[in-house]
Nanobody, 117 residues
Framework: QVLLVESGGGLVQAGGSLRLSCVSS????????MAWYRQAPGKERELVAIITSGGIPNYISSVKDRFTISRDNAKNTMYLQMNSLKPEDTAVYYC???????????WGQGTQVTVSS
């Protein structure tokens, strides 16, 4: 059962931009803390950015000032605007939701982001 669907990944050159989207079912989105994770080959999956239901964002240090996480509760959609992309940003990016009511977690299928030199 697909509840989170990512899109917007692709192949870009260093310095370029991409915007990722995650569309969720309305039954979970507005009651969930949303986040973007990524996993590069041979590495552990890591948290990239998180946003509360009220729209308060937080980022890991390596993407601060380059990435912007946002959400549109009316559209049940979360976004990750990625600017000034670097080769080290190459990874599969995953949408994640954690319900505030009972902490149930959901994962999207992932979207590939590849940044070339």
């Amino acid at each position: 059962q697909v509840l989170l669907v990512e899109s917007g990944g692709g192949l870009v050159q260093a310095g370029g931009s991409l915007r990722l989207s995650c569309v969720s079912s309305g039954s979970i989105f507005n009651g969930a803390i949303m986040a973007w994770y990524r996993q590069a080959p041979g590495k552990e999956r890591e948290l990239v950015a998180i946003i509360t239901s009220g729209g308060i964002p937080n980022y890991i240090s390596s993407v601060k000032d380059r990435f912007t996480i946002s959400r549109d509760n009316a559209k049940n959609t979360m976004y990750l605007q990625m600017n000034s992309l670097k080769p080290e940003d190459t990874a599969v990016y995953y949408c994640h939701a954690r319900l505030m009511s009972n902490s149930t977690q959901y994962w999207g299928q992932g979207t590939q982001v590849t940044v070339s030199s």
